[in-house]
C-alpha cells in the first residue's frame, strides 16, 4: 500500500483530528514525507464524498461541503430517534462519572460506545474536552443543555448526586486497593 493509503486508513480509524508529527511517527516516516502523501490524499479525495481537513499541524477526514444536504438529512433522523437504553446508560455513566474518556465508558459498559457518544455528541448532550492531565485524551462531560432538559442549574442539583458519586469512587478506591494487595 502506498503511504497515501496508509494515512486515509489511520485518519477513518482515528475519526479525530490527529497530528502531521503522529503520522510520521506512526508510519517511520519524516514529516516532509507525510505532507506530500497527505496532498497525494487530498487530490484523490476530489470529487469524492471525504475531504481532507487541515488545521495548523493537525490532519482529519471529513465529508464533503458537497454532500452537506444528504448528511444534514441523516443527522435529522438520529435526532429523531430515541436515544434508546444504550444512550440513557452512557448519558448516566457520563453524568456521575464525568469528566470521563471514551475508554472508561467502554470498560463500565463493557462494549464498545463510539456510536453512542456520536449520537449524544450530535444532540448536544454531551461535549468532547481535553483532559487535563494528557491533551492527547479526550473526555466527555454533560452539557449546560442536557442540564436544562434535567431541570437542575448544576450537576450537584440532581438526585442523590454526591451518594452516588461518592459511592462510585469508594467503589473505584477499594477495587485499585485490591489491585495492589
Known sequence: MTTDAYLESILFFKGTPVSISFLAKVLG?????????????????????????????????????????????????????????????????????????RGEIDYIRGVNSSFILRNLLIRGLVEKVKSTK????????????????LGVKNIEEMTQYKEIRQSVENFENEKQNDRNE
Do not use: C, W
Request: charged residues 30%; without cysteine.
Open 134 to 149: 494528557d491533551q492527547r485524551i479526550s473526555m466527555y462531560n454533560p452539557t449546560f443543555k442536557l442540564l436544562s432538559h
Open 29 to 101: 516516516k519524516n514529516e516532509d514525507e507525510i505532507k506530500e502523501a497527505l496532498d497525494v490524499l487530498e487530490e484523490k479525495l476530489e470529487d469524492r464524498g471525504l475531504v481532507l481537513n487541515r488545521h495548523q499541524n493537525q490532519v482529519s477526514l471529513g465529508t464533503s461541503p458537497k454532500s452537506s444536504g444528504f448528511v444534514e438529512t441523516l443527522i435529522k433522523e438520529d435526532l429523531d430517534k430515541d436515544i434508546g437504553k444504550a444512550g440513557l446508560e452512557t448519558l448516566s455513566i457520563v453524568l456521575y462519572r464525568g469528566p470521563i474518556s
